[in-house]
């Protein structure tokens, strides 16, 4: 049995959410601190040890501890020693010319960086980064484009939060849990915190600016405002690897939705927001399951050197091909050739939050009985839905009538446009009500890559997949053309 179930959060978002910008505070520093690889290399992904959620990320819930190397060559030589500092490898991660990672690419890039982590107050002061504007809002906060002055050209997103307001409405503890899951993430589907700050007033985190926008306003813009299935399998795949991971390492995401998948420069996608997101304990140890313990109904024909291993490879380099290609007959195998795949579910967590958007939430979050891991499916099979019908499947009149829907309804698919037998076969297995029998609850996303919706995906060559959408490069200028204001300050914030 897993541990007791929390107390009760409340935390629903509805579409869209906005919240009202308090004004900005411009004396602020950057205090980094470098690790021992130089800002050109590699820092490997970091383990972490898991706290049990019985509090359900409460302000008392213990510190989530993670066994970093660091090596705090520079400190800041700044009169303010109350302002906190930053103590993990992200900034150095982040910034590597990691091939997975979507760091700047260019020269002037990294050698403004280079100088910024060797400079001999190793700060980095609010007049370094020049605000373009406000890219959006959400429940606890608001997100700024940012350029950095010393790397032309080099962008990035501030979601900027007030501690006041964060405190007024209890909002501190997920403020605070999204920023230990950014310094934890290590994945080509997950954002690379680039640094945090914090003010008087205000908490900062810099992370990567995805300029193709998120996919719910991408999905508008399609004819019918929907995509086709196979830009449907194609965000659902990287979706899929996401979740994976972040099960892996012990987080259960709790808020999928198109609004939350972002669309980078290179057309690959990258989950955000992560303040809803649930940490359990280290009871997540990946384990070897046999592939033919996870068949759906048939096994994926594709492979990789003769398998059919579903592990996505972290440190991998794309090649210039599609991960999706016509399914080909083949000569079954015999048992001596078998094939493992890594499997690490959360299972046992529990929690009592009513969390989450409420067209995306799931039956057990609803009825309040608890809820675990086999919620981020749930929201999948509705992600999966909404991206080819344009609608979500239980949506009512008003909120109660959607809540009541998601309970009393069966699923129920249109006929336009017309789908795949496969596609509605995985909506269906993902939108089962009973927590247990739905898929992914229990064998975890290998049971869900072996489902022959997914048949046509290499998942070991998922990241070089050639994307249904890449966005135009962008660039300061295209957005100063825009804005009359100061490039320097956010007076309007």
Same mark, same amino acid.
């Given at each position: 049995?897993?541990?007791?179930?929390?107390?009760?959060?409340?935390?629903?978002?509805?579409?869209?959410?906005?919240?009202?910008?308090?004004?900005?505070?411009?004396?602020?520093?950057?205090?980094?601190?470098?690790?021992?690889?130089?800002?050109?290399?590699?820092?490997?992904?970091?383990?972490?040890?898991? #706290?049990?959620?019985?509090?359900?990320?409460? +302000?008392?819930?213990?510190?989530?501890?993670?066994?970093?190397?660091?090596?705090?060559?520079? #400190?800041?030589? /700044?009169?303010?020693?109350?302002?906190?500092?930053?103590?993990?490898?992200?900034?150095?991660?982040?910034?590597?010319?990691?091939?997975?990672?979507?760091?700047?690419?260019?020269?002037?890039?990294?050698?403004?960086?280079?100088?910024?982590?060797?400079?001999?107050?190793?700060?980095?002061?609010?007049?370094?980064?020049?605000?373009?504007?406000?890219?959006?809002?959400?429940?606890?906060?608001?997100?700024?484009?940012?350029?950095?002055?010393?790397?032309?050209?080099?962008?990035?997103?501030?979601?900027?939060?007030?501690?006041?307001?964060?405190?007024?409405?209890?909002?501190?503890?997920?403020?605070?849990?999204?920023?230990?899951?950014?310094?934890?993430?290590?994945?080509?589907?997950?954002?690379?915190?680039?640094?945090?700050?914090?003010?008087?007033?205000?908490?900062?985190?810099?992370?990567?600016?995805?300029?193709?926008?998120?996919?719910?306003?991408?999905?508008?813009?399609?004819?019918? $405002?929907?995509?086709?299935?196979?830009?449907?399998?194609?965000?659902?795949?990287?979706?899929?690897?996401?979740?994976?991971?972040?099960?892996?390492?012990?987080?259960?995401?709790? =808020?999928?939705?198109?609004?939350?998948?972002?669309?980078? /420069?290179?057309?690959?996608?990258?989950?955000?927001?992560?303040?809803?997101?649930?940490?359990?304990?280290?009871?997540?140890?990946?384990?070897?399951? #046999?592939?033919?313990?996870?068949?759906?109904?048939?096994?994926?024909?594709?492979?990789?050197?003769?398998?059919?291993?579903?592990?996505?490879?972290?440190?991998?380099?794309?090649?210039?091909?599609?991960?999706?290609?016509?399914? $080909?007959?083949?000569?079954?195998?015999?048992?001596?050739?078998?094939?493992? =795949?890594?499997?690490?579910?959360?299972?046992?967590?529990?929690?009592?939050?009513?969390?989450?958007?409420?067209?995306?939430?799931? +039956?057990?979050?609803?009825?309040?009985?608890?809820?675990?891991?086999?919620?981020?499916?749930?929201?999948?099979?509705?992600?999966?839905?909404?991206?080819?019908?344009?609608?979500?499947?239980?949506?009512?009149?008003?909120?109660?009538?959607?809540?009541? /829907?998601?309970?009393?309804?069966?699923?129920?698919?249109?006929?336009?446009?017309?789908?795949?037998?496969?596609?509605?076969?995985?909506?269906?297995?993902?939108?089962?009500?009973? +927590?247990?029998?739905?898929?992914?609850?229990?064998?975890?996303?290998?049971?869900?890559? #072996?489902?022959?919706?997914?048949?046509?995906?290499?998942?070991?060559?998922?990241?070089?997949?050639?994307?249904?959408?890449?966005?135009?490069?962008?660039?300061?200028?295209?957005?100063?053309?825009?804005?009359?204001?100061?490039?320097?300050?956010?007076?309007?914030?």
């Amino acid at each position: 049995m897993g541990p007791s179930p929390g107390p009760i959060d409340i935390a629903l978002v509805c579409r869209p959410t906005s919240i009202s910008p308090p004004p900005f505070i411009n004396s602020t520093f950057f205090h980094f601190i470098t690790t021992s690889n130089p800002p050109h290399t590699t820092v490997v992904c970091r383990s972490a040890t898991m #706290h049990t959620a019985t509090d359900d990320n409460s +302000p008392s819930a213990r510190s989530l501890g993670s066994s970093t190397t660091t090596d705090r060559l520079k #400190h800041s030589s /700044s009169s303010r020693s109350e302002s906190p500092t930053w103590a993990t490898a992200n900034l150095n991660r982040s910034f590597s010319l990691s091939h997975h990672a979507p760091p700047p690419t260019t020269t002037t890039t990294k050698d403004a960086i280079r100088r910024l982590v060797k400079a001999s107050a190793a700060t980095l002061s609010l007049d370094e980064l020049r605000f373009v504007q406000r890219l959006g809002s959400g429940d606890i906060g608001s997100v700024y484009l940012v350029e950095l002055k010393c790397a032309e050209g080099f962008m990035m997103a501030a979601k900027v939060m007030d501690k006041e307001e964060l405190m007024k409405r209890d909002k501190e503890s997920r403020a605070k849990i999204e920023l230990e899951i950014l310094q934890m993430l290590d994945h080509p589907f997950l954002p690379s915190l680039y640094a945090s700050l914090e003010v008087d007033r205000f908490s900062c985190l810099l992370t990567e600016f995805c300029p193709g926008g998120d996919l719910h306003i991408l999905r508008q813009r399609q004819p019918e $405002r929907r995509f086709d299935e196979a830009a449907v399998r194609f965000y659902a795949s990287e979706v899929v690897v996401a979740l994976e991971y972040l099960h892996m390492m012990g987080i259960i995401y709790r =808020d999928l939705k198109p609004e939350n998948v972002l669309v980078r /420069s290179d057309g690959h996608i990258m989950l955000t927001d992560f303040d809803l997101c649930l940490k359990c304990d280290d009871s997540t140890s990946p384990k070897l399951v #046999h592939g033919q313990d996870l068949s759906i109904t048939s096994p994926s024909t594709l492979c990789i050197n003769g398998s059919r291993s579903t592990c996505i490879i972290p440190r991998f380099a794309m090649p210039k091909l599609s991960c999706f290609r016509p399914k $080909r007959k083949r000569i079954p195998r015999s048992n001596t050739h078998r094939t493992f =795949d890594i499997m690490a579910e959360p299972i046992e967590a529990r929690s009592m939050s009513f969390v989450g958007t409420h067209e995306y939430l799931a +039956p057990e979050v609803v009825s309040g009985e608890g809820h675990g891991n086999a919620v981020d499916w749930w929201t999948l099979g509705i992600f999966v839905y909404e991206l080819f019908y344009g609608v979500t499947p239980f949506r009512g009149d008003d909120n109660e009538f959607t809540l009541t /829907s998601i309970l009393a309804r069966g699923l129920q698919f249109p006929t336009e446009p017309v789908s795949s037998t496969a596609m509605k076969d995985l909506i269906t297995k993902l939108l089962i009500k009973e +927590p247990a029998k739905r898929m992914g609850s229990m064998k975890g996303a290998p049971s869900i890559k #072996h489902h022959p919706f997914f048949d046509e995906v290499n998942w070991a060559l998922l990241r070089g997949a050639s994307p249904p959408y890449v966005p135009k490069p962008v660039s300061f200028r295209d957005f100063g053309a825009q804005n009359d204001r100061s490039e320097d300050h956010i007076d309007y914030y």
